[in-house]
């Protein structure tokens, strides 16, 4: 059974560009939840998608925004990148109740 | 509110000696989980243990152990005879039930950095 996948797993951006990220889970989950790691912040949860619909928003701006497609397969955007966002961006998928499973992240990294 | 803490930051130790890693967590639900995640260096998190509120036994997998005090909101992670590829990054979580009792987001601690030396 494949692990969660996300791609690509580093990244260089210039400030004030934008980023997707990608996150494909464990096949079967309908949960999908990101979390930006960084050294001063410590794992913050940004949000959770199950079947297509956002179900809980951490407290991050607007500029951090994602979706979740029919195959569960989930994307973040952050627009217009600042500095403060390099970071870890870790996926987790879940069957709900069952724990969650993190993919190896995306370190992003802002210049 | 919602808090998880793990007082320490880094700890280490001598390969065979045992270590125990604290958390301690802050909730008002009554129905919660509480997990812990290993990160090696190459960011994966990867999962350890989860438990529920409502089951305060201690768990032993091989030589990790875990002890939930709910009475002191405590649940501490033991490794015997630590070995080199302990060595990582030990984070504990809490997640707060959902309506209808499934889990909700992982509040983290900000983890404590475990090297072990042969």
């Known amino acids: 059974k494949a692990g969660v996948t996300q791609t690509p797993r580093y990244l260089i951006k210039t400030r004030g560009q934008q980023v997707t ?30 079947s297509e619909t956002q179900r809980n928003k951490g407290n991050f701006p607007g500029r951090f925004s994602g979706r979740q497609f029919s ?3 989930s994307e973040m955007n952050v627009s217009t990148l600042e500095l403060g966002d390099s970071a870890l961006y870790l996926c987790a998928s879940s069957q709900q ?3 969650y499973t993190f993919g190896s992240g995306t370190r992003l990294t802002v210049v | 509110a919602q808090k998880v803490t793990q007082a320490q ?13 604290d958390c301690v967590y802050e909730t008002r639900d009554t129905t919660y989980y509480l997990f ?10 990867v999962f350890l243990i989860r438990r529920n509120s409502f089951d305060e036994q201690n768990e032993i997998s091989g030589r990790y152990s875990w002890n939930f005090q709910k009475s002191t909101s405590s ?23 959902n309506y209808g009792g499934s889990q909700g987001n992982l509040i983290f601690g900000k983890g404590t950095k475990l090297s072990v030396k042969p």
């Open chain 1, 21 to 50: 990220l990608s996150c494909s889970p464990i096949s079967g989950h309908r949960s999908v939840s990101w979390y930006q790691q960084t050294p001063g912040q410590g794992l913050q949860f940004l949000f959770e998608y199950f």
């Open chain 2, 75 to 97: 649940f501490n992670f033991t490794i015997t005879a630590s070995q080199v590829v302990d060595s990582a990054v030990y984070f504990c979580a809490l997640s707060e039930a």
């Open chain 2, 36 to 45: 812990w995640y290993k990160q090696p260096p190459s960011g994966e998190l």
């Open chain 2, 9 to 21: 930051t880094e700890i280490s130790v001598v390969e065979k000696e045992d270590v125990t890693l």
């Open chain 1, 97 to 99: 109740g069952n724990g």
């Open chain 1, 71 to 73: 195959n569960s397969r």
